[in-house]
């Protein structure tokens, strides 16, 4: 089965710092993967997914994402974060249904 | 059409009450999904519908819930005799099928039910 995992509930950064926000997962055959966004009180808007092709897919916002095989892992990263980042970040795998992890929760302080 | 059209907002409801969501996907999606979310999680996988076709129910989906997406179009999501457990964020999201080259999905603002 397909599926997503994110090891980490809480991520904090200092606005203008770089940001990681970490995925891994487990799929069988190959990955179809997925960054949402979540805002307070809002459905999930998509930031950016990897197919196939370059390694680093570019996405919404500025951020970034990094697909490696070898450690099975899609970090979403950023090179300056802005405290209106600060939300809540889900890694999701495609399979009949998009399967999604359980989020991590960014905080960019000023 | 700029989205994917959830109603209501908001829902409070009796527990035992049945309840019915709808969501309008974007036109030319032909896939349509439901989610539900609740607080500090990630979404779960209902149910997901091609055209009016629905392939995939989830272990989650009880028989106390059922959708429909008759035309192929908008869907409903009805849920019989609420339990407090069943709060939640209900979102629906739409796609073109896979083969379409869209893999990403658009989601709905989400329907949140508060059974009390």
């Known amino acids: 089965a397909q599926s997503v995992a994110q090891p980490e509930d809480q991520v904090n950064v200092a606005e203008g710092n770089p940001l990681t926000v970490k995925c891994t997962y487990s799929?069988?055959?190959?990955?179809?993967l997925f960054w949402y966004v979540q805002y307070p009180n809002r459905g999930l808007q998509f930031l950016l997914k990897y197919i196939t092709g370059d390694n680093l897919v570019k996405g919404s916002y500025g951020f970034e994402a990094e697909f490696n095989k070898s450690q099975t892992s899609f970090h979403l990263k950023k090179p300056s974060a802005l405290v209106s980042d600060s939300a809540l970040y889900f890694c999701a795998v495609k399979g009949q249904g998009m399967r999604f992890g359980a989020g991590t929760r960014l905080t960019v302080k000023p | 059409d700029t989205g994917v059209s959830q109603d209501p907002r908001h829902k409070i409801t009796k527990r035992g009450q049945n309840v019915t969501f709808r969501c309008d996907p974007i036109?030319?999606?032909?896939?349509l999904y439901w989610y539900r979310q609740t607080l500090g999680q990630g979404p779960e996988f209902l149910t997901y519908f091609q055209n009016e076709a629905q392939l995939e129910k989830s272990r989650l989906l009880s028989d106390r819930f059922s959708a429909e997406r008759p035309k192929g179009s908008f869907s409903t999501l009805e849920i019989q005799r609420t339990e407090q457990g069943d709060s939640a964020m209900y979102l629906c999201?739409?796609?073109?099928?896979?083969?379409?080259?869209?893999?990403?999905?658009?989601f709905g603002s989400g329907t949140r039910l508060t059974v009390v």
């Open positions: 036109s030319e999606h032909n896939r």
């Open positions: 999201a739409s796609s073109l099928a896979s083969g379409q080259g869209n893999y990403g999905y658009t």
């Open positions: 799929v069988s055959g190959n990955p179809y």
